[in-house]
């Protein structure tokens, strides 16, 4: 089985930044591309970040010159610093496996303004 576990949200003040971490395990995690999803209340899961195996991204135009998907192979672990951030960001974030359709349990993120 593979198991994506979420930290890093919590409660930030408009302006201000968190990074949230996926852990994988159960998978080779170094071949897979990973990528954040968010949920916001009242809204659909969207894609937010994107990352190959080969470290190639992609953004959602709404975060783009403000949040960074990378990966660390060493530490299976998966990244998204989130700077500057707006009302608007707050969601469930969740980390997802496309090559085995695994998410992880999300992690709330709360922007206040």
């Known amino acids: 089985q593979v198991q994506l576990v979420e930290s890093g949200g919590g409660l930030v003040q408009a302006g201000g930044s968190l990074r949230l971490s996926c852990a994988a395990s159960?998978?080779?995690?170094?071949?897979?591309?990973m990528a954040w999803y968010r949920q916001a209340p009242g809204k659909q899961r969207a894609l937010v970040a994107f990352?190959?195996?080969?470290?190639?991204?992609n953004y959602v135009d709404s975060v783009k010159g403000r949040f960074t998907i990378s990966r660390d192979n060493a530490k299976n672990t998966v990244y998204l610093q989130m700077n500057s951030l707006k009302a608007e960001d707050t969601a469930v974030y969740y980390c997802?496996?496309?090559?085995?359709?695994?998410w992880g349990q999300g992690t709330q993120v709360t922007v206040s303004s």
């Open positions: 159960g998978s080779s995690f170094s071949k897979n591309a």
């Open positions: 990352i190959s195996s080969g470290g190639n991204t």
């Open positions: 997802y496996e496309p090559g085995s359709g695994y």
